[in-house]
């Protein structure tokens, strides 16, 4: 299903000064850095076109929302999301699909913390994603963030979000 399907909310790219930040409070318990990455990655990114906010709505809501990374080194879906009501509809899908189309890019690297991976699972291999690597005590001590089609940057740089 494309994303401007007449029955899908639009996922229309968030402007710079959208409040974004908004969106990932509440992940510091899976990325203690988040917020600090937010402010000094993508909020610069998102001026200069290197990131990419995508959202999908309904009427006074998020649905979900893709943050994504476009750079000639790298391309990334750094975050995903779903509104827990309204997974298992396409939504996630969907968000891959136009990930993939603004990446240019049909394999995006995309890491996912132990918590959510049975959610990912299904999703991530039926579009093809690699699991490449499992990163113990990369973000957090004592987990494990789960690392598609691409590999994280050693442990010196461990605890800096890309
Ligand atoms: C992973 C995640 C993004 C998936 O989103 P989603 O909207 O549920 O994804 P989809 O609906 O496209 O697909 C999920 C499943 O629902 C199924 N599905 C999709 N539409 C469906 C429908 N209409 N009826 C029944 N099943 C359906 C898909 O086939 C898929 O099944 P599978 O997992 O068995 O393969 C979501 O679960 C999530 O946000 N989890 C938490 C993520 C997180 O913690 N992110 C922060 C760190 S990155």
């Given at each position: 299903m494309h994303l401007h399907h007449v029955d899908s909310a639009p996922v229309a790219p968030a402007?710079?000064?959208?409040?974004?930040l908004s969106l990932i409070s509440g992940f510091d318990a899976l990325y203690p850095d988040i917020e600090h990455w937010f402010a000094s990655k993508v909020a610069p990114g998102l001026s200069d076109g290197s990131r990419r906010l995508l959202i999908e709505r309904d009427l006074d809501s998020v649905r979900g929302f893709a943050i994504l990374k476009k750079e000639a080194h790298e391309r990334k879906i750094c975050t995903l999301w779903v509104r827990p009501d309204q997974r298992r509809r396409g939504v996630g899908q969907r968000l891959i699909d136009e990930s993939i189309a603004w990446l240019e890019c049909e394999k995006p690297m995309l890491t996912v913390p132990e918590e959510a991976i049975l959610d990912f699972w299904g999703l991530l291999t039926r579009n093809g994603?690699?699991?490449r690597q499992r990163a113990v005590n990369y973000y957090r001590l004592g987990r494990c963030e789960y690392v598609f089609n691409g590999r994280l940057p050693g442990p010196l740089d461990g605890a800096i979000m890309q």
């Open positions: 402007r710079p000064d959208s409040n974004g994603f690699e699991l």
